[in-house]
């Protein structure tokens, strides 16, 4: 029997295709019959694959009717692919990793910094950095005791909220601040977010409308941490994953569309933390990586089952920093003097390739670039680690540069001092530490009066602009020549 493959609708293919790129042609299978095409690879979405022949007709196909070598190549191929150039669709981007694909943006700063495009004011509690998916942008907040998703346009307007569950401050406003913690996630025109008392939602990313909802205590027998849930739910495929933890199951992965359970990983027990869940293609099969306090660990993506496991006695008080996962290796630290370490995986076990002290990362993130590790270091203000080796290869001190949140795009360190409200950029330059420019954003919040809280949003560069969070505020930067 021959395959019949049915044309994807225009704007349906115009809007996947956007600021994705095709590669070389290659010969696909389909298992099932035997039939061969030749086409370019233009995308996985949903469970089917995106092909172009050479007449230039594109037509969708199902990745479980291909052969097991054009499956593996559809999903490594999606794996790296950009999304839109205007989309941040998740927590640190796409690929999770805190770097913006945008090029061509300034390279030096003048005295007063980029130009204020815009500030929403009304952004309510919370620590969420925004996600910008079709000329929308989405953020999480809590107003009037309410946790919220908030969606506003281009031009900081807000079109929509809608609740994702009760904002009582109680069970995690330990002094440091109230409010939503985790970013959205964006995925086939639904928004995922998580409160910081558990309760998770989907909702219409057009109007808002719930769709399902959960909680990640009543339904799945998690805890609250001490600083409450502060992950962004991960969308891979049709599944949704987000990490409740406890003895019930760490990590749970739901239909994306109904919110019905599709596995637990049931031996693993550990509590949750503060991270966010990582994607990684190790040897074919595909797996998901999250840090808890003393355990980094993968899970089968197919059914939940663990891995691997590696040990991180050092952990302690919270364990942050999301990991980052990089051919075949996954570099994590946290802080409260804990250190870091890079990790080789095989898609069974796990070994220690170098452990220290270099970088030792309370909240901030850091970022992958070029073989060598950006972020901030508790006491070592701004440094740049070497992968390979875990050396030191420089550290920056000095008043606006000790605390804060780093962010990548087009060779630049777009860097947040969490004090002082200063941002600075940077080259990402292993050699040497070059700064760029610097400025403090127009005005702090007072919703953080009285508190310990601090700045700590992580930036967004995206389409051009540069998103930067404080509480209630939101500021647009215009950072293009």
Avoid at 197 to 202: E, I, T
Avoid at 374 to 387: N, R
Avoid at 449 to 475: A, S
């Amino acid at each position: 029997m021959s395959i019949r493959y049915p044309l994807i609708p225009a704007l349906t293919a115009l809007a996947f295709l956007i600021g994705s790129s095709s590669l070389p042609a290659r010969t696909w299978t389909d298992a099932t019959s035997g039939k061969m095409l030749e086409a370019e690879f233009i995308g996985l979405k949903d469970g089917k694959v995106t092909l172009k022949r050479k007449d230039g007709k594109t037509f969708d196909l199902e990745l479980t009717r291909l052969s097991e070598d054009d499956k593996a190549f559809a999903e490594k191929a999606a794996a790296s692919q950009p999304v839109g150039a205007t989309d941040w669709p998740t927590w640190r981007g796409a690929l999770r990793d805190g770097k913006s694909p945008d090029t061509g943006l300034v390279k030096e700063w003048p005295k007063e910094g980029p130009k204020l495009l815009w500030t929403f004011e009304k952004a309510g509690k919370g620590y969420s950095s925004p996600a910008l998916v079709g000329g929308k942008i989405y953020l999480t907040g809590s107003r009037d005791g309410k946790a919220e998703i908030i969606c506003l346009d281009a031009g900081g307007k807000e079109l929509w909220s809608a609740p994702i569950g009760g904002d009582p401050e109680k069970g995690y406003n330990t002094g440091w601040g109230a409010g939503t913690r985790g970013a959205p996630t964006v995925s086939d025109g639904m928004v995922y977010a998580m409160s910081a008392n558990g309760g998770l939602a989907c909702l219409d990313a057009d109007d808002g409308k719930k769709l399902w909802s959960k909680d990640l205590v009543k339904d799945f027998g998690g805890a609250i941490p001490g600083w409450g849930y502060s992950e962004s739910p991960l969308v891979d495929g049709a599944k949704v994953i987000v990490t409740p933890g406890g003895d019930q199951g760490a990590i749970v992965a739901l239909d994306k569309k109904t919110g019905k359970e599709l596995w637990r990983s049931k031996d693993l027990k550990d509590g949750a933390q503060y991270p966010s869940l990582v994607v990684a293609e190790v040897k074919g099969k595909r797996q998901y990586i999250q840090l808890f306090m003393n355990t980094l660990a993968g899970v089968d993506a197919e059914n939940g089952e663990v891995l691997w496991k590696s040990a991180w006695p050092e952990g302690r008080t919270a364990v942050i920093p999301t990991p980052v996962y990089h051919e075949g290796n996954v570099y994590m630290t946290s802080g409260y003097g804990s250190g870091c370490k890079l990790v080789k995986i095989d898609g069974e076990k796990a070994e220690d390739v170098w452990q220290n002290k270099v970088m030792k990362n309370h909240h901030g993130g850091v970022v992958l670039v070029d073989g060598h590790i950006y972020g901030f270091s508790d006491g070592g203000g701004l440094v740049c680690q070497e992968l390979a080796t875990g050396k030191q290869k420089w550290s920056q001190r000095g008043e606006g540069s000790q605390k804060g949140s780093v962010h990548y795009a087009d060779g630049m360190l777009y860097c947040m001092d969490e004090e002082a409200g200063s941002v600075f950029l940077a080259e990402a330059n292993p050699d040497r530490y070059t700064e760029h420019g610097r400025f403090e954003i127009p005005r702090q919040t007072k919703l953080r009066e009285g508190t310990n809280g601090k700045i700590w949003t992580h930036p967004v560069v995206i389409g051009g602009k540069l998103y930067l969070r404080d509480q209630d505020l939101l500021f647009c930067y215009d950072v293009k020549p």
